[in-house]
Nanobody, 127 residues
Framework: QVHLVESGGASVQAGGSLRLSCAAS????????MAWFRQAPGSEREGVAA???????AYADSVRGRFSISKDNAKSTLYLQMNSLKAEDTAMYYC?????????????????????WGQGTQVTVPS
């Protein structure tokens, strides 16, 4: 059974940086598309960044140029480097693995069609 465990969330001032990590229980990081999502109170879950096995990436317009998704296959860990954080980045951040959607574009990997989800890690950027 696949387990995804996120870490690295914290409260950080606007303009600051954080790096989130997602440790996977199996070597799915190297085999399947992985992604980061976030959900703020009262809002729908939003795709933030996706990383396809061929190395291509997709980012939400709201984070492009500030966030970067990467992985370490040997550690079976997915990362999200977040820079220039804003108050609107405040949310619970979730790691997801194994894309199950029907879209074939990299951007389609930002839809919440994934088989496995972590429990989330909270990121707070006070306004």
């Amino acid at each position: 059974q696949v387990h995804l465990v996120e870490s690295g969330g914290a409260s950080v001032q606007a303009g600051g940086s954080l790096r989130l990590s997602c440790a996977a229980s199996e070597h799915i990081v190297s085999v399947y598309t992985m992604a980061w999502f976030r959900q703020a109170p009262g809002s729908e879950r939003e795709g933030v960044a996706a990383l396809v096995t061929d190395g291509t990436t997709a980012y939400a317009d709201s984070v492009r140029g500030r966030f970067s998704i990467s992985k370490d296959n040997a550690k079976s860990t997915l990362y999200l480097q977040m820079n220039s954080l804003k108050a609107e980045d405040t949310a619970m951040y979730y790691c997801a693995a194994v894309y199950t959607g029907g879209g074939y574009t990299t951007e389609a990997r930002l839809s919440p069609s994934y088989k496995h989800w972590g429990q989330g890690t909270q990121v707070t950027v006070p306004s």
